[in-house]
DNA sequence: GGTAGGATGGGCT
DNA sequence: GCCCATCCTACCC
């Protein structure tokens, strides 16, 4: 990963939906695995009811509430987990999803902790599936994504790239702004194309 | 190409 | 006791 370094915790200290559009074409890392994130999704505080945060301060979503670029980890359906990023200044709830992400370095490793993926474009299509690729866990809640074993690496001169936003997956509320982003055209998002 | 249903455990009312 | 920010398999066009 030369050519880039890992993104400063001002990156994170921004209003959620600004983060969650400027990781996209970010680097994931995790020990020897890394991933271009094509996919994302803004959480907002209380007003969003869609967001954990929402129903306040609690053990589980306290790193929300907390410094901005932090992991907040959960277990979904008793079986897969998902990994956020907080935002916002400490003491503002917001985090950022991350749904997606292109497999760039450690592919091999992937592909054993993912047997189910068939294709490379299904290796990371998704948020329980990007955890299990990356082998992120629970172990990370709260870990600070600033150093250590999991950051968030911008390239240095990063190319033009267009983003397309949309309402965020499993939820119809039809009042609800666009916080899904992704790379307008990827083959890695999850669920329906953009072109 | 498409969708229905089940797996499975923790968080919260 | 109910609800999930999901994924995979089986089955059906």
Do not use: W
């Not at 991933?35 to 009811?49: H, N, P, S």
């Amino acid at each position: 990963m030369r050519q880039s370094r890992v993104l400063a915790r001002s990156f994170y200290d921004r209003d959620s939906e600004t983060v969650a559009r400027g990781l996209v074409g970010k680097i994931l890392v995790h020990e020897r695995t890394a991933g271009r994130i094509v996919e994302t999704e803004a959480y907002l505080g209380m007003g969003d009811l869609a967001a954990h945060a929402s129903h306040g301060l609690t053990a589980r979503t306290r790193v929300i509430f907390g410094p901005p670029g932090h992991a907040y980890v959960y277990l979904i359906y008793g079986i897969y987990e998902c990994l956020n990023l907080v935002a916002e200044p400490d003491g503002t709830p917001g985090c950022v999803l991350i749904r997606a992400i292109e497999p760039l370095a450690g592919i091999e490793g992937m592909r054993r902790r993912r047997p189910a993926a068939r294709r490379i474009e299904d290796l990371a299509s998704g948020p329980g599936k990007l955890t299990l690729a990356l082998g992120v866990t629970r172990r990370h809640y709260g870990a600070d994504v600033t150093r250590g074993s999991l950051t968030v690496r911008g390239l240095k001169s990063e190319p033009a790239l267009e983003i397309a936003a949309t309402a965020r997956i499993g939820f119809t509320d039809p009042v609800d702004r666009p916080l899904r982003f992704v790379e307008r055209g990827s083959r890695f998002v999850s669920g329906p194309r953009t072109s």
